[in-house]
T-cell receptor
Framework: NAGVMQNPRHLVRRRGQEARLRCSPM?????VYWYRQLPEEGLKFMVY????????ESGMPKERFSAEFPKEGPSILRIQQVVRGDSAAYFC?????????????FGPGTRLLVL | SQQGEEDPQALSIQEGENATMNCSYKTSINNLQWYRQNSGRGLVHLIL?????REKHSGRLRVTLDTSKKSSSLLITASRAADTASYFCATLGPNTDKLIFGTGTRLQVFP
């Protein structure tokens, strides 16, 4: 049973370009979370999605950031017109049951560097 | 900010010694979890303690939880060089599925 997969593992973009980060949850998991980790800091919640629904996007910047989790395929975190401050590690996590305090399983992360 | 705090920020010890990390949080919780992160890597789940539990053990790990003080501690006994990593606590609130992470403790264990 493969764990949570993220790709790419490293992504370099120039200012103004778009970044697309992908997350495939563990098999059977329909709940996906995205977190951002700035250098030397802890993770901060961005968005919580179930299949085809955004449940909680209270941690998402209002502009340039969007997320989806389609019926088929991975969850996508999209950052438009990236700026240097977007440089960070982006982690996704998944679990199978909402509202039960279940352990979230984390992917290896995508490290975004904006030049 | 809802983010919890951990102390110390950094801890250096010799192999064989015990390492204690503390975590304080701000809101009521369903459970509190500890994660380890090796440099440049993802998070590894270590242990989960529920709000109605006071202490939990897993191998060389011992976690305590004091909900009246909104604090938790992680003790690693007989530390090894391979324990060198950053350790984060994360809380899960009663009506939410999002984790709120602490600022982390960077542990260095010297052989």
């Amino acid at each position: 049973n493969a764990g949570v997969m993220q790709n790419p593992r490293h992504l370099v973009r120039r200012r103004g370009q778009e970044a697309r980060l992908r997350c495939s949850p563990m098999k059977g998991h329909n709940h996906v979370y995205w977190y951002r980790q700035l250098p030397e800091e802890g993770l901060k919640f961005m968005v919580y999605l179930q299949k085809e629904n955004i449940i909680d996007e209270s941690g998402m910047p209002k502009e340039r950031f969007s997320a989806e989790f389609p019926k088929e395929g991975p969850s996508i975190l999209r950052i438009q017109q990236v700026v240097r401050g977007d440089s960070a590690a982006y982690f996704c996590a998944s679990h199978g049951l909402a509202g039960k305090g279940e352990t979230q399983y984390f992917g290896p992360g995508t490290r975004l560097l904006v030049l | 900010s809802q983010q919890g705090e951990e102390d110390p920020q950094a801890l250096s010890i010799q192999e064989g010694e015990n390492a204690t990390m503390n975590c304080s949080y701000k809101t009521s919780i369903n459970n509190l979890q500890w994660y380890r992160q090796n440099s440049g890597r993802g998070l590894v789940h270590l242990i989960l303690i529920r709000s109605n539990e006071r202490e939990k053990h897993s191998g060389r790990l011992r976690v305590t939880l004091d909900t009246s003080k909104k604090s938790s501690s992680l003790l690693i006994t007989a530390s090894r060089a391979a324990d060198t990593a950053s350790y984060f606590c994360a809380t899960l609130g009663p009506n939410t599925d999002k984790l709120i992470f602490g600022t982390g403790t960077r542990l260095q264990v010297f052989p």
